[in-house]
């Protein structure tokens, strides 16, 4: 597709029930993000991918939280035993080259994410 | 520790000329971004410093200072269509981004 692809672009789920948030980055893209957004804050790093290198995990909040991407394709970040705290936006983005020069980030329309 | 300051919100009149400023304390440096929100929408690329100086792109601008660890990110003939919020970044050393919370601007008719 032309941009980064998220879906589903709502999840409602119950206190203690695994989600899984899908991305679709653009083709030929390397570098791919996740971010959590909470509501009217700035962007939370939970984990990074590039290329074929070991991700840097640094930013996942819990180990109910994980995150796999096939390739330099599809990633998807998985959230189990989902609490009320993990209501958030989480937003993917991908850049072509991390270390390029300039490189800037294209990001999803994210996955609003409400846990009751 | 690494740490992006920005103010938190800026109100501002329609025609009128913001500033919006960034401080930011980061391991090494390769690079500051600002992005703009919309509300309920995702952040969209705006500029990018690397260099010392200003950079200029049609109502948008945007300043670096390394030496003073700053930035700032200057709207001039402001339209309605601007109230979003303004995202800095910085690139460290490991070129992680490094990103502040966000400057909420309300544009006023």
């Known amino acids: 597709g032309a941009g980064v692809s998220q879906s589903p672009s709502n999840k409602v789920t119950e206190k203690g029930k695994d989600v899984e948030l899908r991305c679709d980055p653009i083709s030929g893209h390397t570098a791919l993000y996740w971010y959590r957004q909470r509501l009217g804050q700035g962007l939370e790093f939970l984990i990074y991918f590039q290329g074929n290198s070991a991700p840097d995990k640094s930013g996942l909040p819990s180990d109910r939280f994980s995150a796999e991407r096939t390739g330099e394709s599809v990633s998807t970040l998985t959230i189990q035993r989902t609490q009320q705290e993990d209501s958030a936006v989480y937003l993917c983005?991908?850049?072509?080259?991390?270390?390029?020069?300039?490189?800037?980030?294209?990001f999803g329309s994210g996955t609003q994410l409400s846990v009751l | 520790g690494q740490n992006i300051d920005q103010p938190t919100e800026m109100t501002a009149t329609e025609g009128a000329i913001v500033q919006i400023n960034c401080t930011y304390q980061?391991?090494?440096?390769?690079?500051l971004f600002w992005y703009q929100q919309h509300a309920g929408e995702a952040p969209t690329f705006l500029s990018y410093n690397v260099l010392d100086g200003l950079e200029e792109k049609g109502r948008f601008s945007s300043f670096l200072s390394r030496s003073k660890g700053y930035s700032y990110l200057l709207l001039k003939e402001l339209q309605m269509k601007d109230s979003a919020s303004y995202l800095c970044?910085?690139?460290?050393?490991?070129?992680?981004?490094?990103w502040g919370a966000g400057t909420k601007l309300i544009i006023k008719p």
């Open positions: 980061t391991s090494g440096f390769n690079g």
């Open positions: 983005a991908s850049s072509p080259d991390v270390q390029g020069a300039n490189e800037k980030l294209f």
């Open positions: 970044a910085v690139r460290d050393w490991n070129y992680q981004l490094i």
